[in-house]
């Protein structure tokens, strides 16, 4: 299993930077998990070949890249973009995105060749194939709606918490989970944020470490993903503080394998 996070930001001399906006995961070269920077970032190979699209969550830092995405292929799409996301996200993005006032709605739309979006229902607690992937949705603990995912090949599995706070479904099933490589796992916002992310259902340092004390099985490598860039430099001090040699920060635009 290969994944690429694409990059969303950009330094002062426009090239890419580590900075992490918004969250698009590329696996395998052709489904995308969230599509935060799904226009913008991706290579023309992967353009021509992802056609499923699974969402966490309706937040735009998650979303963002979807409309363009869908405008950029319309005229040469010969089968729909399939979005996998749960019946409140589909919701979410036909209210209050795909309403003609914010952006067309696709699904009203028709190229040469049919329909240009389809929506696929996750249930919750339920598994999903898309190509050589299993999809399993995992409720997780977030503002919104959310779902994390275990993702299988055949050969290895991963974990993504997308956005969450504290949890207790989701480790369930991770425990469970044989020829488990990795873990992605958010952290937004650094310790001295604790009100906010508690607020806003995010995860700070201090409480991932809590967090992982859930996790039973063992594994080489958890990703930290989602940090929010404006406290990057903090959160990266304050996790390598936690003396886990287990962390590590997910690289965007590095191809990684499982």
């Known amino acids: 299993m290969k994944i690429r996070l694409l990059p969303s930001s950009f330094e002062s001399d426009g090239s890419a930077s580590g900075r992490q906006h918004s969250a698009c995961f590329v696996i395998d070269g052709c489904v995308a998990l969230d599509a935060g920077s799904l226009a913008s970032g991706i290579n ?71 329909s240009v979006i389809e929506y696929v229902e996750i249930k919750e607690g339920t598994e999903f194939r898309i190509r050589d992937l299993t999809f399993s949705a995992i409720p ?3 503002r919104v709606p959310s779902n994390g995912f275990l993702i299988r090949d055949g050969k290895s599995a991963v974990a993504f918490t997308g956005d969450t706070a504290e949890m207790s479904d989701f480790w369930g099933v991770v425990n469970e989970t044989e020829n488990l490589r990795s873990l992605f796992i958010e952290c937004a916002f650094p310790n001295e944020f604790e009100e906010l992310a508690d607020i806003s259902h995010h995860l700070t340092p201090r409480k ?14 958890v990703y ?23 962390l590590k920060v997910f690289q965007t635009g590095r191809k990684y394998s499982f």
């Open 224 to 246: 930290v993903i989602n940090i929010k860039p404006a406290y990057r430099e903090t959160i990266v001090s304050q996790l390598e503080g936690l003396g886990d040699v287990r």
């Open 208 to 221: 991932l470490k809590l967090e992982l004390e859930k996790l039973r099985v063992r594994i080489d490598e």
């Open 44 to 114: 023309d190979e992967e353009r021509s070949n992802i056609r499923d699209v699974v969402l966490t969550h309706a937040h735009l830092d998650h979303i963002a890249g979807l409309p363009l995405f869908l405008d950029d292929l319309f005229p040469v799409l010969t089968e729909p973009v399939r979005v996998h996301a749960s019946s409140e996200v589909i919701d979410a993005l036909e209210t209050h995105i795909f309403n003609w006032k914010i952006y067309p709605r696709f699904s009203e739309l028709r190229n040469e060749f049919g």
């Open 140 to 142: 997780v603990n977030h």
